[in-house]
C-alpha cells in the first residue's frame, strides 16, 4: 500500500524531539493533567501498527479510541479523502452534495429496520445530543433515562447522561436525566446468578424506575448496544427486545449508541444485529469512516423523521456532512464490503481472540473476567478470583492506579499498544487485524499480564 508519510525507516528522534516539545508548550490535551502526561510523539502508522522517532514500532490494540476499524491508512480511504478535497472540499448541509446523499444512502442501507433518514454530526457526543433533542421533541417529554456504566460524550447533555466518573466534574445535575443500572452478571446489582435472571431484573430494574417517574414524562432510553468503555458489556439475549417492549408500551423512544459498537466491531456492521433489536434512533461514529475525518451521525425511524416533516428539525451544525468526512466514509464502508471487513472481524474473535483470551485466563491468576465478541473485549483484573475485587479500586488515581499503570507500561514495552480503563484492558484491535497479528498480540499481552499477576499475588499478602 501507498504510505508516503515518515516510513519506520525514515523517522529520527530530533524531530520526535521538537515534536514533543511543541506538544508539551502548546497543545491542551484532552482529560489530562497537563503537565502530568507525557504523550508519545507519533511518526506514522499502517495498518495495525504505528511507531514513533525513536525505532519503536507498537501493535495497535486500541484502535485509538477504538475507531481505526479499517486499520492506519488504508489507501482507497486516504484517497478518496485527497479527491474530494481536489473535487469540493467544503460545502454547507443546506446543500444536496454527491458523496453526502452517497453517504447517507450507504449507512442507512446497513442500519436496522427503518432507520432510513440520516441526521450527520462531527462526531459521537454531537449524534446523542440530537438524538436527544429529537426524542425530546417528538414526545413532547423531559427526561431521558440512561445507563451507570455508560459513556456517551464530553459535551453539555451527553456528558450528563454518561453514567461514568467523567461525568462527575461536569453534571449540573438539571438535565432531566436519570441513571439506572444495566445488565453486567459479573457485578451483579441485582444478586442474580445466571444471564437470564441477570435479564429479567435488569427489566423489572427499569420497569420500576419508569413507573416512579412517570412515563408521560420520560423521553427516551438510551444504552450502548455492547456497552463499550464501561468494559465491553455484551447484553444478555432478552434484554434489548425487553427494553424495546417497554419502550413501545410506554411511548418512550428507544436510542442505541453504537457510537464505539457499530461498523464491525462486534463482528456485525451493528451491534444490534446480533439480536435483531430495531431502537427509534442509532447514533454512530468512529467506525463509519474510521476517524480518518471527523463524521458522527443519527439514523432515524420514519416515525420520528415524520414529526419533522412540515415543522423544522431545530438543530444543526456548520460542518454537517461535510464532504471530506462523507467521501471518507463513502470509501470506507465500500472498502470494508469489498475486503470482508466486518466478516473478518468475526472470525478473528471466533477463532483467534475468543479462544486465545479464554485461555489467557484460565493461566493468569489476575484475570478475573473475559467478556466480548468480534474485536471487542474487555479483561477484568482482579485481586482474587473468587470474591472478585477489581485489581485497583473504581476510578482509582496516582498510587492507588499503580498496578494498571504497571501492567500498561509493560505492555508498550513490549510493543502492544493496550486500552486500559480502570481495572480492565480492552482488547480493540482494527477489524483488518490479521490472524497472525492478533496472536502476536496475545503472545504480547500474555507477557505483560505477568506484571498484573505479581500485584493479584501482593494483594493476597
Ligand atoms: N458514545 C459512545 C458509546 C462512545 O464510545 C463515545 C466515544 N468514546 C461517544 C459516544 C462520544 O463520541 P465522540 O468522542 O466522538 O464525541
Redesign the pocket.
Known amino acids: 500500500p501507498s504510505s508516503p508519510g515518515t516510513t519506520f525507516a525514515d523517522a529520527d528522534p530530533a524531530t520526535g524531539a521538537a515534536v514533543k516539545a511543541a506538544d508539551r508548550a502548546h497543545v491542551f490535551h484532552s482529560w489530562s493533567a497537563q503537565e502530568v502526561i507525557d504523550p508519545l510523539a507519533v511518526a506514522g502508522a499502517e495498518g495495525s501498527y504505528f511507531w514513533d522517532y525513536d525505532g519503536n514500532r507498537y501493535l495497535d490494540f486500541s484502535s485509538q ?3 481505526t476499524n479499517i486499520g492506519h491508512q488504508h489507501p482507497r480511504v486516504v484517497a478518496a479523502i485527497q479527491e474530494q478535497a481536489a473535487r469540493l472540499a467544503t460545502f454547507a448541509p443546506a446543500f444536496a452534495i454527491d458523496v453526502r446523499s452517497e453517504a447517507a444512502r450507504l449507512i442507512a442501507e446497513l442500519t436496522p429496520g427503518d432507520l432510513d433518514k440520516i441526521f450527520f454530526t ?7 445530543e440530537n438524538a436527544v433533542r429529537m426524542a425530546r421533541l417528538h414526545t413532547g417529554r423531559p427526561k431521558v433515562l440512561s445507563a451507570y456504566r ?6 453539555a447533555a ?1 456528558i450528563n447522561l454518561t453514567g461514568d466518573p467523567r461525568r462527575w466534574a461536569s453534571d449540573t445535575a438539571s438535565a432531566g436525566v436519570v441513571h439506572f443500572w444495566g445488565p453486567y452478571l459479573y457485578r451483579s446489582q441485582f444478586h442474580a446468578s445466571d444471564e437470564a435472571q441477570e435479564c429479567t431484573r435488569a427489566l423489572e430494574h427499569l420497569e420500576q424506575l419508569v413507573a416512579f417517574e412517570g412515563p408521560q414524562s420520560v423521553a427516551a432510553v438510551i444504552l ?1 448496544t455492547v ?3 464501561g468494559g465491553v458489556l455484551v447484553p444478555p439475549d432478552g434484554y434489548l427486545a425487553g427494553v424495546r417492549e417497554l419502550c413501545d408500551r410506554y411511548g418512550i423512544v428507544f436510542i442505541l ?5 457499530g461498523f464491525g466491531r462486534t463482528g456485525r456492521w451493528f451491534a444490534a444485529d446480533h439480536w435483531d433489536a430495531v431502537p427509534d434512533l442509532l ?1 454512530f ?2 467506525g463509519v469512516n474510521s476517524g480518518y475525518v ?1 463524521l ?1 451521525g443519527v439514523a432515524i425511524s420514519e416515525r420520528i423523521a415524520a414529526t419533522f416533516a412540515t415543522r423544522p428539525y431545530p438543530g444543526g451544525l456548520t460542518y454537517s456532512g461535510h464532504p471530506l468526512a462523507c467521501a471518507s466514509a463513502v470509501a470506507t464502508i465500500n472498502a470494508m464490503r469489498d475486503e470482508h471487513i466486518v466478516e473478518n472481524a468475526a472470525h478473528i474473535g471466533e477463532s483467534v481472540l475468543g479462544p486465545g483470551l479464554r485461555d489467557i485466563a484460565e493461566r493468569h491468576p489476575s484475570v478475573g473476567e473475559v467478556r466480548g465478541m468480534g474485536v471487542f473485549w474487555a479483561l477484568d483484573l482482579v485481586k482474587d478470583k473468587i470474591t472478585r475485587e477489581p485489581l485497583v479500586p473504581y476510578n482509582a488515581a496516582g498510587a492507588d492506579n499503580a498496578p494498571m499503570a504497571d501492567f500498561a507500561a509493560a505492555c508498550k514495552r513490549s510493543g502492544l499498544w493496550p486500552f486500559v480503563n480502570m481495572n480492565r484492558t480492552h482488547v480493540v484491535p482494527p477489524c483488518t487485524i490479521t490472524e497472525s497479528e492478533a496472536k502476536e498480540g496475545l503472545g504480547l499481552l500474555d507477557e505483560a499480564l505477568s506484571v498484573a499477576d505479581r500485584h493479584t499475588a501482593a494483594a493476597a499478602g
Open positions: 479510541l477504538v475507531n462531527n462526531g459521537g457526543a454531537e449524534a446523542v455508560s459513556y456517551h460524550g464530553s459535551t451527553a450502548e456497552v463499550g468503555t449508541d453504537e457510537v464505539m459498537a447514533t461514529a468512529k471527523p458522527g
